[in-house]
């Protein structure tokens, strides 16, 4: 048997290409998931330890003040103490804003304790000096000698930029300033460890409850933390990993079991001159288990090398990337799955192959026939798993529970695909009879239903892709509408200039609409009222349209102030919770005193609004204090805030919106959605794959057949339009099945997952998206065909009768 396996391998080396290539892919996207995680990993973790490598202790607090208090009882001893926290607010220069929301961190201003590593100028000596991290400082184009103002209001503070800093990833912040200055930002400040230096004891005498550990264990929970973040995502890359797995093991099963359907007569000659059924099952799968050796070896460097070279190309971009190294677990992980892959999907196709008498082996198999026991059984299971699934995704709906939710529909699909057999060719026949008559069409009907349980495996292969694509595009697209809804409602407008410490210009609105980008803006004149102690502009709109769109709804009744929540953090305590409770609070404008009713929101900046009636009741001279601004559908959101921006610290104005907000969320979603669609890419290029490969082998298993119809008049051109429409048939059919069940998903998930947190939350369909996943792999399983036609049409028909 030895001489048989490797003559057969000899020979059927070209027809096993696409179940190795099946193998290669899968083995390859693990290797690299384990590169990059490696690489990910190493890259946020090193350094870790920067900020606390000065000292033995690290105490873990409950707020910033708790740190300020050991913070100054060390400083008061002697005591090295760092903290470890941000605070994230605006910073400007020379009045324009250049960060909406910098995260800014402390600089220690003892040189032992200033972990960062200096890339140019020196580091703080006094609390009016900054260093800023070199990678941000080229985005904002912050260069040393600048003087910034950090926040906004009666906490703004200027500091000095004396030098640049390198910090790694997982600590880092924009900007360092000493703890000084960085403690005036409570509002924003959340710091939750403090680097100790001194005894144990001694810290949580000052700060009682406090915890106290080595530096040591605290940095390597930091780095068990960033990853477990790591391993999240490649977890997620490995849902992907096994979906492509799943539609390999297809793709191989498909293989396997066309090869040995054209290899029966082979085995029953073989059977007949004394080939027990052991030796030819043995010697079958040895044939499976060196093309799973093979293509895994061969998935394995092509995985190394694709690997090295996103790494060095992630490196390029992000010097925070650790360094490429394929990793023993990952690549042995994915050697053995590929072979484990190759020899559990060619292990049903050789037990059929290798039970069948050899007389039977003599007639062609007919497939799955529902009228027989297995096929009444096969159909009875489908049943069952269709009735339980959408039994269990009703349940999800119902109860809004995610895992019943993953157990219906993984139910429901698996029913799908054991009604295949029977569903694929119906709704084949279905559509060759819509699509019209004539020899071609009824040819390629004919080929495409002739085995229903391979015409099934091939299309089911392909359904998966899709139907996978279909729902996340979906699911994506429905998440999109309502992260829409709530950036509306918190985000009532994109920009907003609001006056500070004088009047706006009157020309400043027109000068506004006139920046690229912005299509609506709105003039609005105010006063500057005093609330607390402080200085608060407050701007006049009435309810009617014209303002600004979608802010109609901002005009409160009259009599009545809305202010914004950072205003409202910023007033004395107990006037800050009689306005969270919505009661009243003394308003003085012009020496005069005015007691109204508050009600919190945000969206404009940090002006107070009012009805128009009660602005002139405040004040008979309003001046013009804000310009709200609409942005443009797609306007490009770091040029219009440096527009305005320009325009505001020209004018000593804030700047303030949620334009940038709205366009980073949407930024991720976008990611998101590239980043699943490419991953869920890797799947469908296997079904295509698999399509190419059925569509081959059915070219030489129909030699004879296609040579008696060459024979008897069919040109070339036809046998050619007949195998493309036989691909086009077995694409479409799984394309629109695919289509169907992946919207019927995606409404169930936005059901179960957005409708637990949004109230009436409905499932948009993308329908541009959906039709270009629904063309190209039409035309992907169209294009599949060339090379096969092309084959089948080159052979004369002399040369096709010819053939064993």
């Not at 306005?579 to 005069?592: D, F, I, M, S, Y």
């Not at 004040?619 to 219009?640: I, N």
């Not at 440096?642 to 303030?656: P, T, V």
Request: hydrophobic share 55%.
């Amino acid at each position: 048997m030895r001489g048989v396996l490797l003559a057969s391998l000899r020979h059927h080396t070209r027809r096993y290409v696409a179940a190795a290539l099946a193998v290669v892919i899968g083995v390859a996207f693990v290797v690299v998931t384990g590169m990059l995680t490696g690489a990910t990993r190493e890259g946020l973790t090193a350094d870790v330890g920067a900020p606390v490598a000065a000292v033995d202790h690290v105490v873990t607090v409950d707020d910033a003040k708790a740190a300020s208090n050991l913070l100054d009882a060390g400083a008061e001893r002697g005591i090295p103490a760092l903290s470890l926290g941000y605070a994230m607010e605006t910073v400007s220069r020379d009045g324009v804003q250049v960060a909406a929301s910098a995260d800014i961190s402390e600089v220690s201003l003892e040189p032992a304790l200033q972990w960062q590593d200096l890339q140019e100028g020196r580091f703080p000596t006094a609390p009016g000096e900054a260093v800023a991290d070199v990678n941000a400082a080229k985005s904002t184009d912050v260069a040393i000698g600048d003087v910034l103002r950090i926040g906004t209001g009666d906490a703004a503070t200027d500091v000095e930029v004396v030098g640049l800093v390198d910090s790694p990833a997982a600590m880092g912040a924009s900007l360092y300033v000493p703890w000084q200055v960085l403690e005036g930002f409570r509002g924003t400040l959340w710091v939750d460890a403090v680097a100790w230096g001194g005894a144990p004891e001694l810290a949580t005498d000052i700060v009682p409850g406090a915890t106290v550990e080595s530096a040591d264990d605290w940095v390597a929970a930091r780095q068990a933390e960033i990853s477990r973040g790591v391993d999240v995502l490649a977890i997620m890359a490995l849902i992907f990993v096994f979906i492509a797995l799943f539609v390999g093991v297809m793709v191989i099963a498909n293989t396997f079991a066309i090869l040995f359907a054209q290899r029966m007569r082979d085995f029953a000659l073989l059977r007949c001159v004394g080939v027990t059924r052991r030796q030819l099952r043995r010697a079958v799968r040895l044939e499976a288990l060196a093309l799973g050796l093979a293509a895994s070896a061969l998935g394995v460097a092509v995985g190394a090398a694709l690997g090295y070279g996103l790494v060095a190309l992630v490196r390029h971009w992000h010097a925070d990337m650790g360094s490429a190294a394929p990793d023993p677990l990952w690549t042995g992980g994915a050697f053995v799955i590929g072979l484990v892959v190759t020899l559990l999907a060619a292990w049903l196709p050789t037990r059929s192959a290798t039970t069948v008498p050899p007389l039977a082996a003599l007639r062609p198999d007919t497939g799955v026939d529902v009228r027989s026991a297995v096929g009444r059984w096969r159909l009875g299971f489908a049943g069952l798993f269709l009735a339980g699934g959408a039994a269990l995704l009703a349940v999800s709906v119902v109860s809004h529970t995610v895992p019943v939710m993953l157990a219906g529909g993984s139910a429901a699909f698996i029913g799908v695909l054991l009604l295949g057999p029977v569903l694929v060719p119906t709704l084949i026949r279905a559509v060759g009879r819509v699509v019209g008559d004539g020899p071609v069409r009824q040819l390629a009907t004919g080929n495409a239903v002739r085995n229903p349980r391979r015409t099934a495996t091939t299309a089911a292969s392909l359904l998966i892709g899709v139907t996978l694509t279909t729902a996340v595009l979906t699911g994506l697209a429905s998440t999109r509408t309502e992260l829409d809804r709530e950036m509306d409602d918190e985000y009532p407008l994109d920009a907003t200039i609001t006056a500070v410490d004088a009047p706006l210009a009157a020309d400043l609105a027109e000068r506004a609409g006139a920046v690229e980008g912005v299509a609506e803006v709105a003039a609005l004149d105010g006063t500057v009222a005093t609330i607390g102690r402080i200085e608060v502009p407050l701007v006049g709109i009435d309810r009617r349209p014209g303002v600004v769109r979608g802010t109609e709804d901002l005009a409160p009744a009259d009599d009545v102030l809305v202010l914004p929540y950072d205003v409202i953090e910023e007033l004395p305590r107990a006037m800050a919770h009689q306005a969270w409770k919505g009661r009243e609070v003394t308003v003085t404008v012009g020496g005069h005193e005015h007691r109204l009713p508050v009600e919190p929101s945000s969206g404009w900046g940090r002006a107070g609004i009012v009805s128009g009636a009660t602005l002139a009741a405040l004040d008979s001279s309003p001046q013009p204090t804000a310009v709200w601004v609409r942005a443009d559908d797609g306007a490009d959101a770091e040029d219009l805030r440096g527009d305005l921006a320009a325009l505001a610290g020209a004018s000593g104005a804030g700047l303030d919106g949620g334009y940038s907000n709205r366009a980073w969320v949407n930024l991720q979603v976008d990611v998101m959605t590239g980043a699943v669609v490419g991953l869920l890419a890797i799947a469908i290029v296997i079904a295509l794959v698999g399509i190419a490969n059925t569509l081959g082998l059915s070219v030489l298993e129909r030699g004879r057949e296609n040579a008696l119809l060459r024979a008897m008049g069919l040109t070339r051109s036809q046998l050619r339009r007949a195998m493309a429409a036989e691909g086009l048939l077995l694409s479409g059919v799984a394309t629109v099945l695919g289509t169907a069940l992946g919207l019927a998903f995606a409404w169930i998930g936005v059901e179960v997952l957005i409708g637990t947190v949004v109230d009436d939350a409905g499932m948009t369909v993308p329908v541009a998206q959906v039709a270009a996943v629904a063309v190209v792999a039409a035309l992907a399983g169209l294009g599949a065909c060339v090379v096969p036609a092309r084959k089948a049409a080159r052979v004369t028909p002399a040369a096709g009768l010819a053939l064993d």
